[in-house]
């Protein structure tokens, strides 16, 4: 292993190349990353480098978006089938039909979704400021996208906005049910937790704190609690058990993993960095039309 990440550095500085790592990669990818984080953080990074190539190790939605803010950067995902169930949730067709049964409402989109329906939103949000977005629409009713638990926890948290969703939803956040959380309460007295808003909004509403991955590692960071119950992808816990030793972590269910994260290796890093494949293109139509709700998401985010 160390022989390879060796050679992945040595081509990141040849190709000026980076390398961007969502928290729930294998943990081993940070090794080589020079980003890792959430999907707000990794796009402001994809936007504001100076690199030539992006290796995006993350699933296609987020390489997807690279490219869209970053078009004259070459975007890489190393494995070609790392998709996002929740993305794949919602297609062109369903994003017009969904528009057309509410006309005049803005429309705000996740950014777990294909570039077709962004290119048909008026603004895109994250995990970390879907609240933030929604509001900043002053607006009483909005349309939200693919991932309805989002949405309806966005609608809880706003007093007079109404979030009309789609119905998608995150299968691995969606797993997670009240019962799950009233039995960590009761194992776990003493701990914190900490949960991803793409989980049910009657689960979240039981949470500690509620927000993005990022959110949750800033969470811990500043806490000067012993024990946490995390409520996401096992990625996050991952790091949170390497960085903080002498504290206790706890992920809530043991299958808390998303498959399509976990499929990029390191050797498909150094693979497509060297070979340069697996690159990400886009319809320039398609690229144009959805920029403007990324842009206007990174504007308010600022
Ligand atoms: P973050 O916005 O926290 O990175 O979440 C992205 C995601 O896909 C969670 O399932
Ligand atoms: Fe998509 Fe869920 Fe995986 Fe996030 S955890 S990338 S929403 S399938």
Same mark, same amino acid.
């Given at each position: ?11 990141? &500085? &040849? ?53 869209? @803010?970053?078009? /004259? ?19 062109? /067709? ?86 799950? @959380?009233?039995?960590? %309460? ?31 590692? &800033?969470?811990? %960071? ?10 996401? /992808? ?24 998303? &498959? ?13 960095? /060297? ?28």
């Amino acid at each position: 292993m160390k022989n390879l990440i060796e050679k992945i550095k040595k081509l990141k &500085e &040849e190709k000026n190349a980076v390398i961007l790592a969502h928290s729930y990669q294998n943990i081993e990818i940070d090794e080589v990353a020079d980003f890792v984080g959430d999907s707000l953080y990794l796009s402001q990074m994809a936007k504001t480098t100076n690199a030539d190539i992006i290796v995006f190790a993350g699933v296609y939605f987020m390489a997807q978006t690279a490219k869209i @803010i970053s078009p /004259e950067k070459k975007v890489l995902l190393p494995n070609a089938n790392a998709g996002c169930l929740m993305a794949d949730m919602i297609n062109h /067709e369903q994003m017009i039909n969904f528009k057309k049964n509410h006309p005049n409402v803005p429309v705000v989109c996740y950014i777990n979704s294909t570039a077709e329906v962004k290119a048909e939103c008026d603004i895109c949000c994250t995990s970390s400021n879907a609240l933030k977005i929604v509001k900043s629409l002053n607006n009483s009713k909005v349309l939200f996208l693919p991932d309805a638990n989002l949405g309806k926890w966005v609608e809880s948290k706003l007093d007079g906005v109404e979030v009309i969703t789609y119905d998608g939803n995150c299968p691995v956040h969606n797993n997670i049910e009240i019962r799950d @959380i009233e039995l960590a %309460r009761k194992n776990y007295p003493d701990a914190k937790i900490l949960i991803h808003p793409e989980c049910k909004p009657e689960v979240s509403r039981l949470g500690d704190y509620v927000g993005s991955t990022s959110g949750i590692m &800033e969470y811990v %960071r500043k806490s000067k609690d012993k024990q946490f119950v995390i409520v996401t /992808e096992k990625g996050v816990a991952d790091r949170l058990e390497r960085d903080y030793p002498d504290k206790k972590f706890i992920l809530i269910k043991s299958n808390m993993l998303c &498959e399509s994260m976990k499929l990029t290796t390191l050797e498909e890093i150094l693979y497509s960095l /060297e070979h340069e494949v697996n690159e990400i293109t886009l319809d320039e139509n398609v690229r144009k039309r959805s920029t403007g709700c990324i842009e206007r998401m990174l504007k308010a985010s600022k």
